[in-house]
């Protein structure tokens, strides 16, 4: 009878992102209750502080709140992904319009060291022009996320969870890619408390 291989659990990073508060509950309450339902679907979580950051791309919507969660799964990454995206849809979460707004947003930034579907289309969608980013979007899950390394609000609070985590394409850590981000792209991210201060 063979024996099952036991996968080992690997860093799995999330980033988190709410501009779009309901009758009952803000952004920030949004997020402080998506962080618990992540944990109870997928397993302890690390958390960051939460932030304040401008709507990206500028005038498409209110500002958001953004968090990042860093856990230990051995899930594979698509059973992360379809846990995510019903925890989206619980929360109201509408795919109508690219980079528009949305009560919640979880996005699966990374799975340990892994480089999926394969590093050709990993380049693909990181070289994509700003212009052609806003009209498509990948038909499959891309590992890294193509756009953490550019993107401010993602590597701040990214750093309070996995300053360590080192990126298996650029080969630089998240402390690293947050050193090369553009200075005016960190001030606009602002601290509205920390992660102990919001502990779930």
């Not at 958001?64 to 698509?78: C, G, I, K």
């Not at 994509?128 to 701040?156: G, M, N, W, Y």
Request: aromatic share 6%.
């Amino acid at each position: 009878m063979a024996t099952q291989t036991k996968t080992e659990p690997t860093v799995c990073l999330i980033a988190m992102g709410s501009n779009m508060q309901t009758e009952a509950e803000t952004s920030r309450m949004i997020i402080e209750r998506a962080a618990g339902e992540v944990a109870r679907v997928l397993g302890p979580v690390q958390q960051s502080g939460l932030y304040a950051t401008p709507c990206f791309p500028a005038g498409a919507g209110p500002d958001y709140v953004n968090a990042a969660l860093a856990l230990f799964t051995d899930l594979p990454a698509a059973s992360v992904l379809k846990a995510l995206h019903k925890i989206e849809a619980d929360f109201g979460r509408q795919r109508v319009q690219r980079w528009g707004q949305r009560t919640l947003d979880l996005d699966l930034l990374a799975l340990g060291t892994q480089v999926a579907p394969d590093l050709a289309t990993f380049d693909r969608w990181q070289n994509l022009p700003l212009e052609t980013q806003k009209l498509s979007a990948p038909d499959q899950l891309i590992l890294p996320h193509p756009r953490l390394h550019e993107r401010a609000f993602v590597l701040v609070p990214l750093a309070d969870v996995a300053p360590t985590w080192c990126h298996p394409v650029l080969g630089q850590t998240v402390t690293e890619l947050l050193a090369r981000s553009p200075a005016e792209d960190i001030a606009e991210v602002s601290l509205i408390c920390s992660g102990e201060e919001w502990r779930i």
